[in-house]
């Protein structure tokens, strides 16, 4: 388990883009943080949708793919309840919904740190491959 | 409208953090373009569910707020078809399906250019604000 | 508000087309139930995605109204979670995930009562209209 | 293909429920009517959200199970565009926008006849299982 998260923090590119950090990532529990910056705010100064949906989304690859399968996202609804502006914090928190073989249903909620409002909804859902995943060199997804 | 859409191409940092170009931007007609890179892979090697959102949400922004309203986005909907792969040319196309007083609604498709395979289908939902934008120094949004 | 319930419960026929019954209905927090019939199966004899939408659809109608507001649905998103057969008794549960002066944001949960399964999980999201209902002779809306 | 489309329409009785026609029902094109009638009002007596997506999903089912796969929908997506009165013809029309080997994805746009107005927009995505369906007696699904 502790292999998935590690491969994906390592590789997977948007974390870096956005600066997201992860604060736990366990079975069902997941839990990532991100600050508004600059480069995040649309023409209106508030934080761009595609900010929050790639943050909500990175969270959403950390808790769907825990059980080391292949799960590949097939969808995805985002509501944006309130604006969230520079400098403020950002906290998303991972629920799993629904597991099967095939499929999982994840919900994904961004509230902002100070005030616990929440800033956008996002629910996803999976296909979960049969591949195992790549296993060469200790290396999982 | 012109003015909207220079103002928006100028200050949504979305724009140049993915390197998405305007390829055309009429009333109830955009095109936009984005070729994946390497900072928007996943641990997968393919392009993240983030940075093709954030492209469709961007064409998004553009189309809905072509009239000089203020368009707020509050939901979006987003179906990931196939995967989009480093260097892939992606277009946008935007069409508007629904526009009242009120609301908005709009949808994206993303498709690969060499062989216009489906790579997202995006539908977004915008609220639309009474307040007709700032309008000071020429500058509308 | 209970006038509103009241008016709602009398006057939407979609209640009683899949027999839902209201189990709750406060301020945030309403509980519905339903049981799958013969009526709601489709070809393959598990309940339609029709009903199980009609049915969480009832209930963010009832959520979304308690305020004496006219509360118009504009989005909705379901994922089906695992299938519901005839007989099924299913309870819906409705959350309130945020409210403004515009828009309203609400997740339906719908399980089943024996092993408490997830068979749906439904969001939606009402624009709000200025105009506070119809308020003649103790009927609002 | 045919008797597949037979099967659903004898056998789902979300369409009898609603009154639901089929104009077409072919590969890749699939046309159904339904009349907006006294039991599908809400309290509003505008046509209920969950009667419109009854409609859009019976037929979104007949589109997608037209090559004699068994799909099964994951998740949806509806947008309430305009409201229908009591009397309103409305036409549903389905297009398949992507299928791989597991998944599908569909739009089915609902318009009232008279003035093509748009009523409501579905995006609806299936899982396509292995199992090719229940081949006996010459009934698929």
Redesign the interface.
């Known amino acids: 388990m502790d292999s998935i998260i590690k ?2 923090e ?5 974390k ?3 600066n997201i950090e992860i604060i736990q990532a366990e079975m069902g529990n997941v839990k990532t943080k991100m600050v508004v910056r ?7 100064k508030i934080c ?4 929050l ?3 909500a ?2 969270t959403f ?1 950390l808790i769907s793919n825990i059980y080391g399968n ?1 799960a ?11 604006p969230a502006y520079l400098g403020d914090i950002l906290i998303a928190t991972a629920e799993e ?2 597991r ?1 073989k ?2 999982g ?1 994840y ?1 994904i909620k961004i509230e902002r740190e100070t005030d616990k409002k ?1 800033i956008a ?1 996002f ?1 996803g ?1 999976v ?1 979960v491959k049969k591949s195992q995943g790549v296993k060469s060199q200790g290396v999982k ?1």
Chains 1, 2, 3, 4 share one sequence.
């Open positions: 491969f994906i390592e590789n997977d590119q948007i870096s883009l956005f600059e480069n995040m705010l649309n023409a209106a761009h949708g595609g900010a949906f790639s943050f989304d990175y690859a292949n590949l996202a097939i969808s995805a609804n985002i509501n944006f309840a309130n919904l629904n099967t095939s499929t249903l919900e929440l909804f629910t859902e296909f997804y």
